[in-house]
C-alpha cells in the first residue's frame, strides 16, 4: 500500500535489494524498466491465475507464491511509492 511506510528499510538493505540477482528482484526490475522515463501508474496490479486443474493443490500455492515474491521485490526496489 503506497504511504503506508510498511517497508522501511536502511539504506544498506535498499543497496542490497538493487543489487540483488535473485529472481523475484531480477523481475521486479523489468517490471520497473518498463516504465523508465514515463512516471508509474497510479496503482500496478500484480496477478495470478489458477488452471482448471480442479481443486487447489501445490501447484496453485506455487502461482500464488511467485506472484507475492515479485511484488514484494518490486514495493521493496519503489520503496513503497507505488500502490500494488
Known amino acids: 500500500m503506497a504511504g503506508s511506510n510498511i517497508i522501511d528499510l536502511n539504506p544498506e538493505l535498499l543497496a542490497a535489494a538493487a543489487e540483488s540477482k535473485a ?7 523489468k517490471i520497473i524498466e518498463r516504465y523508465k522515463g514515463t512516471d508509474f501508474p497510479e496503482t500496478i496490479l500484480f ?6 486443474s480442479g481443486l487447489p493443490h501445490i501447484g496453485t500455492f506455487g502461482e500464488v507464491a511467485r506472484t507475492s515474491m515479485v511484488r514484494h521485490a518490486f514495493r521493496v526496489l519503489t520503496q513503497d ?3 500494488t
Open 47 to 52: 496477478e495470478t491465475g489458477y488452471g482448471p
Open 23 to 29: 529472481w523475484p528482484f531480477e523481475e521486479a526490475k
Open 81 to 83: 511509492k507505488v500502490a
